[in-house]
């Protein structure tokens, strides 16, 4: 059991830096619902990962074989996996690229720029796309590292209910800061680059995108604290 507890941890952690993608992603689509609606588009989003992740596992076969050659193109190997995560990286990169459009657009003309308000069908179906892809990531990235499955089962469901409970506040921080938004997007940007290279088998390691983004969150910090302090004088 204790064997078992180090592994288990390890990839709690690192499904939960996993999940702070999918967050940022919900929390800036959740922006665009009425705040009635908000919590239950993070609650179903959220929700529906875990349930795919659980189904995905009971399938773990078949999510190995994702790994498999499928044909051959340019002396690049494509698998189910690389395919999926080069479309998942194409559809993050053009939400995001849309979403930082509309927000830049919005601050130089009227408010016609603004972008619609999104339904919440329409919205939750965008979730249910990154999820899977998500998803797919995650767990052979868990299979990778353990081979209890009862291990992957438990770090899924605690992932999941951490990513519910930091969910909401970093939601509220996002909408209550436009700049942090304009940041989070270009993270998912990063993020999706990062899926089109893994794709294609040329893999960004996660710790150079998460520095640069903490360390740019860390700037954006310094900025909101210190330039009221200037706007006084």
Known sequence: MIDALIPLLSLIALEVILGIDNIIFISILADKLPESQRNKLRFYGIGLAMVMRLALLAFISWILKLDKTLFSLFEIDFTGKGIILILGGLFLIYKSTKEIYHKTESLQNDQSTLPKVGSFGKLLGEVIILDLVFSIDSIITAVGMVNE???????VIVTVVIMLIASKPISEFISKHPSFKVLALCFLMMIG???IAEGFHFEIPKGYIYFSMAFAFLVDIIQMKTVP?????
Do not use: D, P, R
Request: proline share 0%; glycine share 0%; charged share 15%.
């Open 149 to 155: 499955l009862w291990v992957m089962y438990t770090a």
């Open 193 to 195: 680059v990062s899926l």
């Open 229 to 233: 302090k200037n706007t006084t004088k």
